[in-house]
C-alpha cells in the first residue's frame, strides 16, 4: 500500500498572522533603534559646536543676561543728555554686554566659534558710531562680506536668543539720536 505524503493544509488567516507577526518585531526593533540613538545621540554628539549659532550652554546664559542688561541700560538712558552724550552713554551699554561675555574666559568662548566674531561686531558697531561722533559725520553700519554686520549678528543669535538682535537705535544715522 502506498501512502501519499500529507500536506499540511494552511488554516485560513494563518498566512496573516505570521506576516503581522514579522511586522510587529520590525517595528519593535525599528523603534528599539531609534529610541537607543535618542538616549545616546545626545553624548555621541555633545561638545560638537554649531559654527552658525551661538549654542553653548555658558555663553548662550552669559549673552542673553547681556543683552537683557543692555536693554535695561539704553532704556535708562537720561533723555535729557545731548546727542553726543547719549550716543556715548549708549556705546559703554554696549561694551559692558561685550565685558560681561568677555568674562567667561577664552575657554568657555573658544567652545562655541562664533561668538568671538559676534563679540567683534558689536565692537566695530561702537567704534563706527564714536568715529561718527568724533567726525560728525553720518554713521553707517559697518559692513562684512558685503553685508551690514547686524544682519550676520542675528543670524548667530536667530533662535532663542532674539532679544540679542542689535536695538535700532544703535543704527541710527545719528549716533545718540535715536531713541529705542
Not at 561638545?47 to 537683557?68: E, K, Y
Not at 547719549?86 to 559703554?92: K, P
Amino acid at each position: 500500500m502506498k501512502t501519499e505524503p500529507v500536506q499540511e493544509v494552511e488554516k485560513p488567516g494563518e498566512a496573516g498572522h505570521r506576516r503581522s507577526r514579522r511586522v510587529t518585531i520590525l517595528v519593535l526593533l525599528l523603534s528599539g533603534i531609534v529610541g537607543g540613538l535618542w538616549v545616546i545621540g545626545p553624548y555621541l554628539f555633545a561638545g560638537r559646536d554649531d559654527p552658525t549659532a551661538i549654542d553653548s550652554g555658558p555663553v548662550r546664559r552669559a549673552v542673553l543676561a547681556g543683552c537683557t542688561q543692555l536693554r535695561a541700560d539704553l532704556a535708562a538712558v537720561p533723555a535729557g543728555l545731548g546727542v553726543p552724550d547719549r550716543a556715548e552713554a549708549e556705546n559703554r551699554a554696549v561694551e559692558r554686554l561685550v565685558a560681561r561675555v568677555r568674562a567667561l574666559g577664552h575657554d568657555a568662548l573658544a567652545h562655541d566659534v562664533p561668538v568671538e566674531q559676534w563679540l567683534g561686531d558689536w565692537e566695530q558697531i561702537v567704534a563706527a558710531r564714536r568715529q561718527a561722533v568724533r567726525e560728525g559725520k553720518r554713521f553707517s553700519v559697518p559692513l562684512a562680506h558685503g553685508a551690514p554686520v547686524n544682519i550676520r549678528m542675528f543670524e548667530l543669535v536667530r533662535s532663542g536668543l532674539e532679544e540679542c538682535d542689535v536695538p535700532r537705535q544703535l543704527l541710527v544715522p545719528e549716533p545718540g539720536a535715536g531713541n529705542g
